[in-house]
Structure formats: C-alpha cells, structure tokens
C-alpha cells in the first residue's frame, strides 16, 4: 500500500519561507509524476507545482520564481517556498501518481503577521 506523508508546515510571516516534505513508502522515482496542490480556505484545490520522471517541473503562475518543486534520491520530494504571501495560506497535499492516484493527507500553511 503506498503512502504519502506530508511535514513542514506551519505559521509563517509574510516574506518567510517553509519547506514541506513529502514521503513515500516507496521510491519517488517509481512514480510517472509527483506534483503538490493545495486548497485555500473556502476554495477549491489547484495544482501548485510538478515534477516528471524526467526530472521536467511546472509551476502555477501564482508561485513561479517563489517555489521549487525537487526530489532526493530516495523516497521523499520537497517544495520549498519563499517570498511566502497571506494569499499561500492553504492545506498543502503531496500527490504521485503511478497507475492510479495516491494523496496524502495534508499539511495546513498559514501565512500571517
């Protein structure tokens, strides 16, 4: 059974920075595609960044130049995010994908002063 765990959220000041941690109970590299989403209060989920086997990223235009998707050589992807913004504030999910979907079960960010 595979699983995702998120870690690395938290409160944050505007202008600060986090890191979340997402880690399989496999190796990330089995995976066609690891992406994170997010969903802000009150509004629907919306895909924030992704990684392909390639090693190939895509970010939302909300995040790009801010966020950076990456992935270690085991079983954990990352995304760091700076210059953080109120309008971040979301529950961040890790997402793979291989055959079927697999979520975890989130991380809350809060962005405030």
């Known amino acids: 059974q595979v699983r995702l765990v998120e870690s690395g959220g938290g409160l944050v000041q505007p202008g600060g920075s986090l890191r979340l941690s997402c880690a399989a109970t496999?190796?990330?590299?089995?995976?066609?595609?690891v992406a994170w989403y997010r969903q802000p209060p009150g509004k629907q989920r919306e895909l924030v960044a992704s990684?392909?086997?390639?090693?190939?990223t895509d970010y939302a235009d909300s995040v790009k130049g801010r966020f950076t998707i990456s992935r270690d050589l085991k079983n954990t992807a990352y995304l760091q995010m700076n210059s953080l913004e109120p309008e971040d504030t979301a529950v961040y999910f890790c997402?793979?994908?291989?055959?079927?979907?697999?979520w975890g079960q989130g991380t809350q960010v809060t962005v405030s002063s």
């Open positions: 496999e190796s990330i590299f089995s995976f066609t595609v």
């Open positions: 997402y793979a994908h291989r055959g079927r979907e697999y």
């Open positions: 990684i392909r086997g390639g090693g190939y």
